[in-house]
């Protein structure tokens, strides 16, 4: 037995079609191997004694003990507290592409199974193993029973890994060797024990600055603020259980556990909205709601040590800290950097100083700036976790309603397995992103801020059309569903303006985003709407519209709202009243205003 338990193996032989309980399995058991995670797939059951599942063994030392309380815990954040009469289907629907029928991939034949066993005994890693039975991983349901096959067998095992290693290295649940005694009573009244004197915390960080940049460097905000979450996600992997590139959710059972990542934001000096829960584990395992946990009644923010007052001069960039540096002076003294030198004298704290100071990655803004301001589109992709657990549920349950007209909202519980599941489609959702606007735009004028935060050089407004396709694709291909329910978790802000043009104004913007797609002519409008409507947007925009007509009611715009709105409506020049009816036909059913029907039509002219 060269190496340790294995967690993420338990549940190997679910890739085969034999019985879960191993009743079927007499006929393989010379090929068996001889590893402690073959241990581990044997005795990490233990049910109650109501169970109609029956299993040959139980835990019977420290690590498969953990590894059965690992496995609960991983059920009770996955499995769903309702599931309808019908065949049991071994492929995971995803609620939020539900026309994706994955073939059942299991190993059926009895040499695949003993090809199976002959690996398993080579004591291979989660990583070997994975690699190896990818396709079959990713779209086994975990649990086959109808209503409870919406997520993988893959994320089950990802999930239960993480446990246990959390519980092996608990400072708080503590359980001895000399507990363990082998009789399947006494270890599911050992397993009952524990859970009833166990607290479980979860808590949900977002991350915030107060910073308003507006030079190029002044951007390396979100270059720190990536790095200190990359930072917490590595040293407490297995302790994060959501992340986006402005929040966390993560659990604990040491009650100071929290105070260590807070510190580590706050003294770089951003705040945090922290959010915080402890449950009993008997609450989580009777499979109670996990939705009502993060309520914002019980937010509290988080900010670093703050001067009692501040003397002037303030920092220019957070005003909100005494402006002890002077820039370029006090940077040009230190690093010789000639192309900073004839920059505007500023009074920056020490912490904005140290910022504007990093190497700045954004080589090509600078470069389009300093050519003589050019025209950029800022893009930026959000996830909402409060609209994603709501759009879940509303998907959830529309699936069970179809099955079992009996289901009620109740029923449709989002697990953490299923904000995982998805999670892995919105990451592979970003890559294909960022992919294809490199592809459309080139590596030239395009540049990543974070991984879903984009400038693109802009030849004119209507290059926001292009990165509209892109996004329209990849919805449809990925998360089609999104596209048809309102208040989707998925939201695209774009702002087309000058690359000189103050970039906290922009930011500003951004983080007031409410509708799924945002769309602002800096200086010139704003266009809302939903991702269900992007069909149509994009139909709209490739219209015949006669030029001469558009060009008109922007020019006369800019003299009045008020009169161009007039001239919109006017019958009397009938060449562009037909381009102002086609603009109603396509828009108006979209639910846009006047405004937003100028504003388009902007865009179209391309400004």
Known sequence: MARELIPELHDALKITTLKHDFSDFDRFAKYSPNTRSWQGILQHHC???????????????????????????????????????????????????????????????????????????????????????????????????????????NTHLILTGKFYRFLKNSEVLKVEKNEIIPDQDKIRNLRNRKYSEWDLYLARLRFRFNQKPFRTRDLAIFDLRQELLDQIIQNYQDNVLFSTTDEIIIYYDKPTFLEDI????????????????????????????????????????????????????????????????????????????????????????????????????????????????????????????????????????????????????????????LIWEFQKDFDLFLECFQKNLFEKFGQERTETLIRDFFCIKAENARDAFAVLEILNAYLSKIFPQFKRISDGPIKLSIAYCRSNFPFFEIWRLFETHVSDLELFLIGHGKIATSFKYLDDLLLASGASYRKSALFKLAEVSKISEKLAELKFYDRSERGDFETYESLKRNLLPLGMDFRSMLTFAKLVEGL
């Not at 910022?355 to 800022?378: C, D, Q």
């Not at 996830?383 to 289901?407: G, H, I, M, Q, T």
């Open 47 to 153: 049910p109650d004694r109501e169970s109609e599942e029956k299993f040959p063994a139980f835990p019977t030392d420290k690590e498969t003990f953990l590894l059965h309380i690992a496995d609960g815990l991983a059920a009770n954040f996955s499995r769903h507290a309702q599931s309808f009469r019908g065949e049991r289907s071994f492929v995971i629907h995803k609620l939020w592409n539900p026309d994706l029928k994955p073939e059942d991939k299991r190993l059926r034949q009895d040499s695949e199974v003993i090809e199976l066993l002959q690996f398993l005994s080579r004591d291979p890693t989660y990583e070997e193993f994975y690699s190896k039975y990818k396709d079959i991983l990713e779209t086994r349901a975990e649990d086959a029973r109808p209503g409870w096959n919406v997520t993988s067998l």
């Open 262 to 417: 807070v510190s580590v934001f706050l003294e770089h000096s951003f705040w945090l909205a922290v959010n915080e829960e402890k449950r009993r584990f008997e609450e989580i395992s009777s499979k109670k709601l996990l939705e009502s946990f993060f309520q914002r009644r019980k937010e509290r923010h988080a900010y670093g040590d703050m001067p009692s007052d501040i003397s002037p001069p303030i920092c220019e960039i957070c005003q909100m800290a005494y402006g002890s540096k002077i820039w370029p002076t006090d940077y040009v003294s230190s690093h010789h950097d000639e192309e900073v030198a004839e920059e505007a004298i500023e009074y920056l704290c020490d912490r904005c100083f140290e910022i504007r100071s990093r190497p700045s990655r954004l080589k090509k803004l600078k470069e389009w700036t300093e050519a003589g301001a050019e025209n950029v589109l800022w893009v930026k992709l959000w996830l909402d976790y409060d609209r994603l657990v709501a759009a879940l549920r509303e998907l959830y349950f529309d699936y069970l309603k179809a099955n079992n007209p009996k289901a009620t909202k109740e029923d449709a519980t989002v697990r953490f397995s």
